[in-house]
């Protein structure tokens, strides 16, 4: 769980940056340099955000089995609703 949420700090800015440098490249291929670095830009943004979805997901599924988990069973003939 924790190494999840640790990579988060290293992915983020990475891919903020390939994207930045690889539509640079594409760009500058292609003969737009500053359209690529943009569409790059953007792309990185959204593989970033699209990595922490994955991650938040990944969290809500383990913490909703943990919090199954730790439930206590209830008696039905128990009377006090706690």
Do not use: N
Not at 42 to 48: E, K, L, N, Q
């Amino acid at each position: 769980m924790w190494g999840d949420l640790l990579s988060l700090g290293m992915v983020f800015p990475l891919c903020i940056v390939l994207g930045y440098f690889a539509g640079r490249w594409a760009g500058g291929k292609l003969g737009y340099p500053t359209a690529g670095m943009w569409v790059g830009l953007v792309w990185g943004i959204a593989a970033a955000f699209w990595e922490l979805y994955k991650v938040t997901k990944k969290l809500d599924r383990m913490d909703a089995v943990q919090g199954k988990s730790d439930e206590k069973p209830r008696d039905p003939h128990d009377s006090d609703p706690r």
